[in-house]
């Protein structure tokens, strides 16, 4: 059977509760206003139907990353060479996405991804959830996943509606109620090309990570159906990665809005499948981000678009891309969007200032963001900062100096 | 203007000569004799047209692939679960082929790999050889792969026909005069999941080991286009990958008929980019190989199909699937098929026991590794080839322990 979300019960009681729930470990703290997002008022989706978004520069964005009309300047970091590498990051994801623009889907954006082949008439059966969890989270990194996290359906995660952006109008956001738990995997990006926002350049990180996600959810999702067990992936549609990547245990929230992983920091993409495998769930896991974050305000200083809340978390929304009834920093949709639109590319500058932003490819890479992760959980969290700054942390690299680079550590 | 391979000149000095070829430092000797390969009399194509390989077997190895008719059993390493992870690897790679069965295409397979988006009408100058070469190689490792190449077209190594699947014929395999430099990208497959071989569960490393190249394969080729040069991707169509990889620098030949290269054995998945960029070309590099094949027969020994040639190379030929005049070691592609048609999924026991198969996971294996490499090729190389045995390198990991292991390290 399946259930339009809509129409999935939203009284208290109704939506999960325990060992696992978001509440329990996390430092979301949901109202009595909480109210499920709809899609079409993503900032997203409202660049195509809001006539307050919906503008020139904002649609060659969309067009960009399609590689149509791009418009390459002289400027460092936003030449043909910078735009040619961003946009041939975009090519998997979007040669899956237009795989099923036939049947008016955006697959990964607007609708869930699909698949290769339906589930095997027969299931693998399962003895330890425990072993089947691990063996899950050994194939997603072989997939390519820098982290896997286990969670169980939450509906308040799910948009109550998805876009579709044809007849710009909202259409069912549906689930079989047979799916039960929410796999999570992320993928970093490279952190010397994150270094370079703002910048086209920079976008190559973003866009290869959507599709290194496609990849890994493609595959994972097919090692479920292979298994006899049911499996639907989701980037970007059908719900909120953040709030499941929290619960399965992947992240903190951040100030800038954005997950904070331990090993990656900020500088990671999430993609979900929905299945009805049965695992053991993961938890929600703290080291220190909330408070290091309430005496560090390095994002909100750096936003060119003043979208980052200062001060501490509220249940304050800005408008309606923002979902309600939720106490935490929200961040300022319209504000941020209008940087991307208007630079012709994504922005990333708090996803580089953000001191969690570190570097792991060396041992000593490693070795510092460990002590700095450390340093930051402890009273010692101001002198994190201080040493993150004086040690020139989250500086902006020249994206021509990234190119001149012979080292090669990909 | 496209020529038909068929069409080109086959005379002596019709090849590129100079620093970048394969005759200049590596082990194939090219002779008199030498003729182009039809893609048609390659075993795969065979299993199609020849009746003495086209078998019901053959045909469900095949159908395995594409996870259709798949038969598990109840043996260690062919349960359900084996093929599920298997063919979930294949997943990327059959996607990419069946986006063009409409034009009667096996992008990957058959026919080299459609493109996202034809080249930038602007070029982007090329100042220097030497940067825009290392900023390919650069790209290529961004997207995923473990090691880049580059060597000039060289006609010896393209097929003189392609083979039609749909009419179970010939077709030209043509190629623009223009492109002149082909890149050469390796992915490097698990080496924990290649120590299960034979297994279905190994059949996970090849099928992986595709879906990647292509991904690499399709955003490297559209980087090039993006800056207004042609790019033509390729994987197992239209040319050989293995004097193309020896030619770019990546790989020696070995006695298992397979590229052994430097950091990752014959553990590599190779694919290649034909284009116009004016690209500074590497060299053959040499590094013992052929001299420790010599005295060591390890994968001869352990071949179930005895499908390996024992003794010093040579120039014949087994049957009409071994490409004529090189004087190499050359192996009989009709017993070592038989095998994985068979076994229902592919043998890599040639992989698994060559010594030059080595973790490089850890700084310890890397470690080992290079000291193997160093005294391998030494007058030390039989005590190399005795400790290799000593150690217990190469010796199969039952499938079973290997879903058991708890530590990823992927």
């Not at 095997?120 to 072993?131: C, H, I, M, Q, R």
């Not at 993409?269 to 495998?277: C, D, Q």
């Not at 402890?378 to 080292?407: C, I, M, N, Q």
Request: glycine share 8%; proline share 4%; net charge positive.
């Amino acid at each position: 059977m399946k259930l339009s979300i809509e129409q999935q019960p939203t009284q208290e009681g109704a939506y999960p509760q325990g060992e696992g729930n978001i509440e329990k470990n996390s430092d979301f703290e949901i109202t009595g206003d909480f109210q499920r997002f709809n899609a079409c008022n993503d900032i997203f989706a409202r660049a195509q139907w809001d006539p307050r978004i919906h503008t020139a520069k904002a649609m060659n964005w969309f067009y960009s990353m399609l590689g149509l009309k791009v418009k390459y300047k002289s400027t460092d970091g936003y030449t043909q060479k910078d735009y040619a590498l961003r946009n041939a990051g975009w090519v998997v994801a979007n040669l899956m996405m237009e795989r099923s623009a036939h049947l008016n889907r955006h697959d990964g954006f607007l609708d869930d991804i699909r698949g290769y082949m339906k589930e095997d008439g027969n299931k693998v059966p399962v003895a330890s959830e425990e072993e089947i969890s691990l063996q899950i989270k050994k194939a997603g990194k072989l997939f390519g996943a820098d982290i896997v996290g286990i969670t169980k359906i939450d509906l308040r995660w799910h948009y109550t509606h998805k876009f579709d952006a044809k007849t710009l109008s909202e259409k069912p956001n549906e689930l079989s109620e047979e799916l039960t738990n929410c796999i999570v995997i992320g993928t970093s990006m490279e952190y010397d090309v994150v270094q370079t926002y703002p910048s086209a350049l920079a976008g190559t990180a973003p866009a290869l990570g959507y599709s290194r996600d496609v990849f890994i959810l493609q595959s994972l999702s097919q090692f479920i159906r292979n298994m006899g067990y049911k499996a639907v992936s989701s980037l970007n549609d059908s719900a909120q990665a953040i709030p499941y990547a929290i619960q399965a245990g992947l992240a903190e929230y951040g100030r800038n809005g954005l997950a904070i992983t331990k090993d990656y920091g900020p500088r990671v993409r999430f993609g979900k499948i929905f299945t009805n495998l049965p695992l053991l769930h993961d938890v929600p896991q703290k080291f220190g981000v909330k408070e290091f974050c309430e005496i560090c305000s390095k994002c909100a200083d750096a936003c060119p678009a003043k979208a980052i809340p200062f001060g501490m978390p509220t249940d304050q929304t800005h408008n309606q891309s923002n979902i309600k009834g939720i106490k935490k920093w929200t961040v300022d949709g319209e504000k941020c969007f209008s940087i991307w639109a208007n630079q012709g590319t994504e922005c990333g500058i708090c996803v580089r200032v953000c001191p969690y932003n570190k570097s792991n490819d060396t041992w000593k890479d490693r070795a510092y963001f460990r002590f700095f992760r450390w340093l930051a959980s402890t009273r010692g969290k101001r002198l994190a900062l201080w040493l993150d700054d004086f040690l020139g942390f989250g500086v902006r690299k020249a994206p021509h100096l990234w190119w001149k680079e012979k080292e090669i550590k990909y």
